[in-house]
């Protein structure tokens, strides 16, 4: 694999689901924004939200299948409901390909807040993790991460400040937000959903 930073990669091969559009400047420098629709195994298909620099030689269409390679980000957006913190799949580099879907993680980061850990009514335990990953220039990513069964047993006693390694996939997940006054929204969560757990 790639290395694109060795604390943080991303692949992920899936169908362009809209035409890029754009969505930031940021030093003079245009970029862009699509879905990129990843099937899981079992069906489900995750909408992953690409962002990507409009020098690369590449922008796909939608309908396409491509290969995205580069890393997970992440930042607060204010709403009229409050902070809202949002992960994006920043490409480094597109390419067309037409090999099977694939959506593979890797991070090493820092538990920067207690684990939430609950059963579910199935009895299936469940890990809520928020892990920081470093960025150059002093700056990090914070990246909403699951866990399930074992991993999830095992990530329930990590005391903050613990180095990971996590290794998964990123999954969209649609859920209704309400509020005291009555009102609901839908909401769409992406999380890291773990395959392993290890300390670093």
């Known amino acids: 694999m790639r290395i694109a930073n ?3 990669t991303a692949v992920f091969r899936g169908q362009v689901k809209d035409e890029p559009v ?4 940021l030093f003079e420098e245009s970029f862009y924004g699509f879905t990129l629709l990843v099937p899981r195994l079992s069906g489900v298909i995750d909408e992953l939200p690409v962002t990507f620099p409009g020098r690369l030689p590449i922008h796909p269409r939608a309908g396409e299948r491509v290969s995205v390679f580069g890393q997970l980000r992440s930042y607060k957006k204010q709403t009229e409901q409050g ?3 949002l992960v994006t799949v920043f490409a480094k580099e597109i390419d067309f390909s037409d090999e ?3 959506n593979d993680v890797h991070l090493i980061g820092f538990l920067c807040k207690p684990v939430i850990f609950r059963t579910t009514p199935f009895m299936r335990e469940i890990s809520d993790l928020l892990i920081a990953v470093n960025r150059p220039y002093g700056k990090s990513v914070y ?3 699951i866990a399930w ?3 999830a047993h095992f990530a329930r006693d990590i ?3 613990s180095s990971l390694h996590i290794e998964g996939r990123l999954q969209s997940r649609t859920y ?3 509020f005291p006054n009555g009102t609901s929204f839908e909401r769409v969560a992406y999380e890291v959903s773990c395959s392993s757990i290890e300390l670093a």
């Open 159 to 161: 005391p903050v400040g």
């Open 6 to 8: 060795e604390n943080n």
């Open 149 to 151: 069964g074992r991993n």
């Open 22 to 25: 754009f969505n930031h400047a």
């Open 176 to 178: 209704v937000k309400s």
């Open 100 to 102: 099977e879907p694939e």
């Open 83 to 85: 902070n809202r913190l």
């Open 143 to 145: 990246l909403p991460c």
